[in-house]
């Protein structure tokens, strides 16, 4: 595979060759133009990285590539040659392969199973899912991973899922990689090892095209970038040629704003004041056992006052969800005890409570129901929106045009489906749906997965505002930089076991022994 | 998926409509039709109609297919005679189950058909309710037993040959044991096992007649084969079955068991089944085609009226043939009481199973 | 759809001009002013509305029930047994007591397959297969046993009192003067739908109905009661079917008998999905497959068509409505 492209255009001025070229690309959906006339160039050996907020087109114009949508008009070359990519296995005979944010693996079977789907069973009909496998494993050996062939996917954690995705792309000897937002997902180890295989993908000459929005991460990455905004190519730069605050001006389009990435909010926080208040919510000894039985949570003990951010990090898996549903009385305790102010916990009366769960495809959103239904979720049980049992739905209407006008949820109807919508906007109805009735105890997870910055800070502004009003809030997220960022105590769950740690005193490497576990050879003064 | 649509009436309307609505529906309760006075006068029981004007339109409606070799076959026959005889326009169809059976008589009904053959007993219920809804068509209901107002029974007195197949079962059987297959228990099929009783017993009063094995299904040709095989094993050695395609069975366990040095019969009823087996000695057929061309005939002609005299030998519904290739023969004595028996029956001097002294003539 | 039925009725060796007026005129009427296959029509939409109502409010509610015909037949067989043990009562007293049993039963049928699921994690698709079985054996034991007519002769009951039937509606100036047998029944029906339309769309019970019918993940972190919703989906669900049976009872047969329906329980799962699971949408796609029902049976009565036959005929006619759907909806789609 490596050199596979050294023959094709050996004029070319620069030692790569053009691997993908893009032109004039325009599609439309309905009456909206999703790109308008985009150049988009991909060389050999080169991490190219795809810039731009939600709702950019990155996604259409990289599933045009991949053959997932047609574009209206332009020309899509590969390797010199004129490409017809009109179906994801004609891209991929073509040799582009995409890695989804959504992966497309079967839940049920194992790894072997779910890589040997896309591999043509043996002449005799005979299958082994092992058998069939085999090559895909001997790829995963080369990056350094071992992968359990016999075990579930859905068993595993998201990183090894994602890992087996990336094999799956690879075993198609795919010369372009499409990468649609692959660090959501991860923690900042797994982060890490992520980007050394792309440069390991690099070394062996294919393009890896990565759609972020994390400015840091393509500084950090990246050779090449380029930006679209609203459809259109913004610019495209070496990477060492830019910094963040350029890609920032780009991708937003505005020149006044000042360095966005390391752009805090007022501080509003005090954490000499915080430490003094009573709790609000007081966690004690808590355990807990998951859906099979296991113990998932031993003897948790924590306290948050009002107007105050406990943060808590960590690896999904560690107990995260069931701590969250533990919170807002989805789950009850195996032992120990939730106080509210000293009271008994009755979540939805005392404390009233918001929560914005993990996986808002999943969990947050009916996707299929309308945006104004997923507005309203808490809304049709008030008095207010109700007549003689019937609810007012003029009133509710109003309540959602409202909501979607206070939280910027960018939508052309209010009564299509939320599965149209970009994942920042998902979120926002999420968010919008938690905020509005003013909770006392809000319960986040991850609230930012996935989101561009605007859609991220909207979010981490929310969050602070209801701080300011005197929510007690518990943040949940992989993301430390965020939990730094935005809590006044925070804590890492792993193990089912909860170690405070403060952002300021703590080194990255103790973080990081933290995160998987270690939490004796950290050195931490608890 | 269709979106939901939007409300198009202010609530507090659509509320008042709806419950309006619903009180109506609900407490309009009972039903108060007018009595059936068609334009063309009032049709009492008894009183004859007047002739048909017009296209004479005739319907059957039959409870199976009618290319079952059989019963309903015979229906198709008789409305293609009327057909041809009478010149009437015909229809036909296959009421499936017995929640279609209004359906398809109302239907023809509705569109005026002047005869509607429903061919079967289970019709007569529905006949009965809906008659009056219908004043100029008249319903026929074989095996029924009601006179409606345009509803008429055809009272099939198949005990006539069953009487005869008793004391051709007695005559044949070496054992002294004689039995017999039904489907399900009912007042006319109880009668028909009642003269075969009687039969055998005037033929020979020792006989031992088994009580009759119901299979409560007329179609089921495995349940009837089992019941016939517990009969013989019993040592029974004449079987006379009043089944449907159940008969089937009871031929089959009959072949099988028979042997040349112990021979054993069954006997054929409802159409001639003579061809099945030579192990069938006889079959008491009916002859639908007798009976319903000559009502079709009287109610062309305006003369017709509802009755229960049922059709018996004498009017040709109802026979008794022999089978020229049984593997026995009977002997003369056997063979001519048969025929005074017969004889006696057409003449009304012989009423097996206390069949009523009137007869079609 | 037309052209596919036309293309059906060639190879059947049935004119096609002569099907499909004969489709036509079996579901709608004559030229001539002669309505009475429109009031079939309305006939067969009554039991088949009902019914698709019903198992629109369990899928909405996520429950992909099948028991509509086990639900129907439960609720017919104790309306009967209710309005024949109640038959000296005043009429419009035994039919409300009959529609009651018949709805009350009809739930409780519902409500075991609900109590299964949310309680022993027993799927509905099983279930209610089982307790469509057993509700079909049930009605066979019953009209063969305690509940057979006096007369003992055919496996049906006595006749209900004749004061407890449901009036008839259509206007015999319309149809000749020939009594029809449509009933208030299809009344009963419509406004049924209005209710389900009003529950599932104006009320926070049916609101929530529906959200966990979508993402019973979602509904649960909103913190919805979502096993006492699903109990509550079958419940409404069953009541329909029940009196979808107890209507059928009191406006059509007038007894019970054993092969009290052709199927309307099953039919009911194609008219709620072409209706779009939409109380409205079902209410037209159960007048469609009325008059299909309707026109087919006059098919098989007046052409050379086997009954057979026309089963082919009805199912081509349903195919290509939904072909037509689905094709219409790609095209406009788009994603």
């Known amino acids: ?367 299929s129901m309308s945006i104004e239904d997923n507005l309203l979720f808490d809304a049709v049980d008030e008095p207010g929106f109700r007549w003689k049992g019937l609810l007012k739905r003029k009133s509710l209407r109003q309540l959602a045009q409202v909501l979607i006008k206070k939280f910027d949820i960018r939508v052309q109807s209010s009564r299509l489906t939320t599965a ?57 997220s992989t993301d430390l930089d965020e939990l730094s960022f935005l ?40 | 998926m269709i979106p939901p649509l939007r409300p198009m009436l202010s609530r507090r309307l659509m509320i008042s409509a709806l419950s309006t609505f619903a009180v109506l529906s609900l407490f309009g309760c009972g039903r108060t039709e007018p009595e059936a006075t068609p334009p063309g006068g009032a049709t009492t029981p008894g009183k004859k109609a007047e002739a048909v004007s017009g296209a004479f339109k005739v319907a059957l409606v039959t409870p199976g297919s009618v290319s079952d070799g059989g019963w309903n076959a015979s229906a198709l ?13 015909t229809q036909n169809v296959e009421a499936k189950d017995a929640s279609t059976q209004e359906e398809n008589l109302r239907s023809y009904a509705s569109k005026g058909y002047n005869i509607v053959f429903a061919h079967g007993g289970e019709f007569e219920a529905v006949a009965l309710k809906i008659e009056k809804d219908f004043p100029k068509t008249l319903f026929v209901i074989p095996s029924g037993r009601t006179i409606g107002t345009n509803t008429t029974p055809v009272v099939l007195n198949l005990k006539e040959g069953a009487y005869l197949a008793g004391m051709l079962a007695a005559g044949m059987s070496k054992t002294g044991k004689i039995a017999s297959v039904g489907a399900t228990k009912s007042a006319v099929v109880e009668e028909v096992f009642k003269a075969y009783e009687e039969g055998a017993k005037a033929y020979k009063p020792t006989i031992e007649v088994i009580p009759t094995a119901y299979t409560n299904d007329w179609e089921d040709v495995g349940k009837a084969q089992q019941q016939t095989m517990a009969l013989l094993s019993n040592g029974a050695d ?33 159409s001639d089944q003579n061809a099945l087996s030579k192990n069938i000695l006889a079959s008491a057929t009916i002859d639908i085609t007798k009976a319903y061309v000559p009502i079709a005939k009287q109610v062309k002609e305006g003369t017709f009226k509802p009755n229960d005299t049922p059709y018996g030998m ?48 | 759809m037309i052209a596919l039925l036309a293309v059906t009725f060639l190879l059947l060796g049935v004119s096609p001009r002569v099907g499909l007026s004969a489709l036509w005129v079996g579901a709608f009427g004559d030229a001539d002013g002669h309505l009475y296959p429109l009031s079939e029509t309305l006939v067969k939409t009554t039991p088949l509305l009902l019914t698709g109502l019903g ?7 996520g429950m992909f029930s099948v028991g509509a015909e086990g639900q129907l037949i439960v609720g017919a067989t104790a309306g009967a047994a209710v309005g024949l043990w109640g038959s000296h009562l005043p009429g419009f007293l035994i039919t409300l007591l009959v529609l009651s049993a018949g709805a009350g039963a009809g739930a409780a049928w519902g409500y075991l397959a609900g109590w299964l699921r949310v309680r022993r994690n027993v799927q509905e698709v099983i279930s209610t297969i089982m307790l469509n079985y057993i509700a079909l054996s049930l009605l066979g034991a019953l009209v063969e046993g305690p509940l057979q007519e006096k007369t003992h002769r055919v496996s049906q009951s006595n006749p209900l009192p004749n004061s407890a039937l449901l009036p008839h509606l259509f206007p015999r100036t ?157 095209q406009s789609g788009g994603e």
């Open chain 1, 487 to 526: 809590s006044d105590k925070t804590a890492i769950l792993s193990g089912g076991a909860l170690t405070s740690y403060r952002s300021e005193d703590t080194s990255s490497t103790d973080l990081g022994l933290l995160l998987g576990g270690s939490r004796e050879k950290a050195s931490l003064r608890p």
């Open chain 1, 1 to 367: 595979m490596p050199g596979a492209s050294a023959d094709n255009l050996p004029s070319e001025s620069e030692s790569k060759s053009i691997q993908v070229q893009m032109r004039g690309i325009v599609k439309r959906f309905g009456e909206n133009l999703a790109l308008n006339e985009v150049d988009f160039t991909v060389r050999a050996g080169e991490i190219h990285a795809l810039l731009g907020e939600n709702g950019a087109g990155k996604s259409t114009l990289m599933h045009i590539l991949s053959g997932l949508l047609t574009s209206d008009s332009g020309e899509i070359t590969l390797r010199g040659e004129t490409a017809s990519l009109v179906s994801p296995a004609a891209a991929r005979k073509a040799g582009v392969a995409m890695v989804h944010q959504h992966f497309t693996l079967v839940p049920a079977f194992t790894v072997a199973e779910n890589l040997a789907l896309d591999i043509p069973a043996s002449r005799l009909g005979i299958y082994s899912s092992f058998r069939a496998a085999r090559p895909s494993f001997d790829r995963a050996e080369k990056l350094g991973w071992h992968l359990p062939a016999s075990t579930p996917v859905s068993e595993l954690p998201v990183g090894v899922q994602q890992r087996i995705e990336i094999i799956k792309a690879l075993s198609t000897d795919a010369k372009v990689l499409i990468f649609d937002e692959p660090t959501a997902v991860l923690s900042g180890e797994e982060i890490k090892e992520l980007f050394s295989v792309f440069r390991q993908l690099r070394e062996e000459g294919c393009a890896v095209i990565l759609i972020a929005h994390k400015l840091s991460e393509i500084l950090a990455v990246a050779d090449t970038v380029t930006v679209l905004r609203r459809g259109q190519g913004v610019a495209s730069a070496p990477v060492s040629d830019v910094t963040a605050q350029t890609l920032a001006q780009w991708m937003v389009g505005e020149n006044t704003l000042t360095s966005l990435s390391e752009k805090r909010f007022p501080d509003t926080r005090s954490r000499e004041s915080s430490s003094e208040k009573s709790p609000a919510l007081s966690v004690e000894n808590v355990s807990l056992s998951g859906d099979r039985g296991e113990t998932v949570l031993k003897s948790l003990s924590f306290a948050v006052s009002s107007s105050e951010i406990y943060g808590i990090g960590g690896v999904d898996g560690n107990g995260q969800t069931e701590l969250a549903e533990l919170l807002v009385g989805l789950r009850k305790t195996t032992k120990g005890s939730l106080l509210w102010k000293n009271g008994t916990f009755t979540p939805g009366h005392s404390p009233k409570i918001g929560y914005i769960p993990q996986d808002r495809r999943r969990v947050g959103l009916a996707t």
């Open chain 2, 238 to 270: 004449v079987i006379l079955q009043d089944l449907d395609q159940g008969a089937k069975g009871v031929f089959q366990a009959v072949d099988e068991t028979s042997k040349p040095d112990k021979p054993v019969f069954a006997i054929g009823t409802n």
């Open chain 3, 174 to 330: 319309w149809t000749n003067e020939i009594q029809t047998r449509l009933h208030s029944g299809i009344l009963i029906a419509v406004f049924a739908a209005f209710v389900v339309m009003i529950y599932l769309f104006y009320t926070a019970g049916g609101f929530k109905l529906r959200v966990v019918g979508q993402n019973p993940e979602a509904a649960r972190a909103a913190r919805y009661e979502v096993d006492a919703l699903r109990l509550r989906a079958m419940l409404f669900s069953g009541a329909l079917c029940g009196l979808a049976g107890a209507t059928e009872l009191l406006g059509i047969t007038g007894r019970l008998y054993k092969d009290f329906s052709p199927g309307w329980g099953y039919t009911a799962i194609p008219v709620a999905l072409l209706g779009g699971l939409h109380p409205l949408g079902t209410l037209l796609s159960a007048l469609f497959f009325g008059a299909l029902t309707a026109g087919t049976g006059h098919l098989s009565r007046f052409s050379n068509v086997s009954s057979v036959l026309v089963n082919v005929i009805q199912a081509v006619a349903v195919l290509a409505f939904v072909g037509i759907r689905a094709f219409r909806n790609r």
């Open chain 2, 314 to 361: 004498k009017s040709g519904v109802i026979g008794f043939v022999f089978n020229p290739a049984a593997s026995a023969p009977l002997s003369a004595d056997l063979k001519a009481k048969i025929d005074e028996a017969t004889k006696k029956i057409i003449d009304g001097t012989l009423f097996p199973a206390n069949s009523p002294a009137k007869a079609k003539p």
């Open chain 1, 420 to 476: 149209s919508l970009s994942g920042g906007n998902q979120q926002k109805i999420v968010v919008a749906r938690v905020f509005r009735t003013q909770p006392e105890l809000i319960v986040a997870m991850n609230p930012t997965r996935g989101l561009d910055i605007g859609a991220t800070r909207f979010v981490h502004e929310q969050l602070l505002e209801a701080r300011l009003r005197g929510a007690a809030i518990v943040l949940i």
């Open chain 2, 77 to 89: 026959a008789a409305l293609n005679q009327i057909k041809g005889e009478l010149g009437a326009e």
């Open chain 3, 55 to 61: 198992v629109v409010v369990a899928w909405r509610g």
